[in-house]
C-alpha cells in the first residue's frame, strides 16, 4: 500500500488508491475514506463532479495522518474548462478539500477546443507550486499528440478507462514512451465480469479473488490503479495485492480477455455540450 511509482518529475504516486466516484458526498464517502485510511490507503481521488470533495477533507482531516504522506487526485470538470475558469475551479476544489495544495490535478475530459487552454492554467497552477503534479483523463492518443505540440509541461498521468477487457496496449505504449504514467479507473470492470472463467480459474490458482487478479494485473503492467469501494472487507481485500504474483503465462492469459469493452463513456462520443 505504501509502493510508490515516480512520475515524469520525480513525485511519488501509490500505485493503489481508492476511487470516490458517485459515493454520496456526506457520510459516505467520509465513510469511505475513514476506513481506507485506517487500513492505510494514502491515495484518494475524487473530482469536482464528483460533489463530494468537502467529505474527501473532512475525513483526511480527521484522520491526522501527516498531509504529506498523503497523496490527494482531483480533476477539472467539463464545464468548468477554459483558462481562467479552471484556475477559478481549482481554488474552489481546494477550499472543498479543505487543502493547501493538491498532489494531482487533472483535466477530466478532453473537451474539444478547450482542453489546451485549460491546460495552461494547469502549468500555471503546477509552475505556482499549488499542485505537484499534473495530467489528463480520457485522453485518446490523438488528443496526447494535440497537446504535446504547444504543453511546456508534459502531462505526467493519463487515467483512463482500463481493465482486462480494454487493455488499450498502444495508448500505454505511447504513454509509456512520453513518460506519461497511466492509472486505471474502473479497474474491476464495474464488478460486470468478476465470474469470467479466466479470472475464476486465476483466482483459484492463486488463493486469491478475481478482483484481486485484475488489481494485480494492473500493477504488473506498470499501472496505477484506485477501485472503489464503499466496503471496509473490499477495500482490505482490494489492497491486498502486494503478496503474490502473476507468471507471464497468467498476464498473457488475461490480457487475452481485451474486447476493447468500454464500461464507461468513449472520449470522442461524448456530449460535451451538455455535461
Ligand atoms: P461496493 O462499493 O459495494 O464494494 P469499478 O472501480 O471498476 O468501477 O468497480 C467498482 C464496483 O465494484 C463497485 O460497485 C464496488 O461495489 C465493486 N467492488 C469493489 N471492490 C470489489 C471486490 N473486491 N469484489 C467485488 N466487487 C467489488
Excluded at 501509490?14 to 475513514?34: F, R, T
Excluded at 504529506?68 to 474548462?81: A, D, G, M, P
Excluded at 464488478?191 to 492463486?206: I, S
Aim: charged share 25%; aromatic share 10%.
Amino acid at each position: 500500500l505504501t509502493a510508490t511509482t515516480t512520475l515524469a518529475n520525480g513525485v511519488q504516486m501509490p500505485w493503489l488508491g481508492l476511487g470516490v466516484y458517485k459515493m454520496d458526498g456526506d457520510n459516505e464517502v467520509k465513510e469511505a475514506v475513514a476506513s481506507a485510511l485506517e487500513i492505510g490507503y494514502r491515495s484518494i481521488d475524487t473530482a469536482s463532479f464528483y460533489d463530494n470533495e468537502e467529505g474527501v477533507g473532512q475525513a483526511i482531516k480527521q484522520s491526522t495522518i501527516p498531509r504529506e504522506q498523503l497523496f490527494v487526485t482531483t480533476k477539472v470538470w467539463n464545464s468548468e474548462q477554459g483558462y481562467n475558469e479552471t484556475l477559478a475551479a481549482f481554488e474552489r476544489s481546494l477550499t472543498k478539500l479543505g487543502l493547501e495544495y493538491i498532489d494531482l490535478y487533472l483535466i477530466h475530459w478532453p473537451v474539444p477546443g478547450k482542453y489546451k487552454d485549460t491546460w495552461k492554467a494547469l502549468e500555471k497552477l503546477y509552475k505556482d507550486g499549488k499542485v505537484r503534479a499534473i495530467g489528463v483523463s480520457n485522453f485518446l492518443e490523438h488528443h496526447l499528440k494535440d497537446l504535446l505540440k504547444d504543453a511546456t509541461v508534459k502531462p505526467m498521468v493519463n487515467q483512463v478507462e482500463f481493465h482486462p477487457q480494454l487493455s488499450s496496449r498502444s495508448l500505454r505504449d505511447y504513454c509509456s514512451q512520453h513518460h506519461i504514467q497511466v492509472e486505471a479507473w474502473s479497474p474491476l470492470g464495474r464488478g460486470r465480469y468478476l465470474d469470467d472463467d479466466t479470472l475464476q480459474a486465476l483466482a483459484t490458482k492463486h488463493g486469491k479473488s478475481p478482483a484481486q487478479i485484475m488489481l494485480r494485473w494492473d500493477y504488473q503492467h506498470g499501472v496505477v490503479t484506485i477501485p472503489k469501494s464503499t466496503k471496509k472487507h473490499r477495500q482490505e481485500e482490494n489492497a491486498a495485492i502486494f503478496d503474490f504474483q502473476l507468471s507471464d503465462e497468467d498476464m498473457q492469459q488475461l490480457d487475452g480477455l481485451d474486447i476493447d469493452k468500454r464500461y464507461g463513456r468513449h472520449p470522442d462520443e461524448f456530449d460535451y455540450e451538455n455535461s
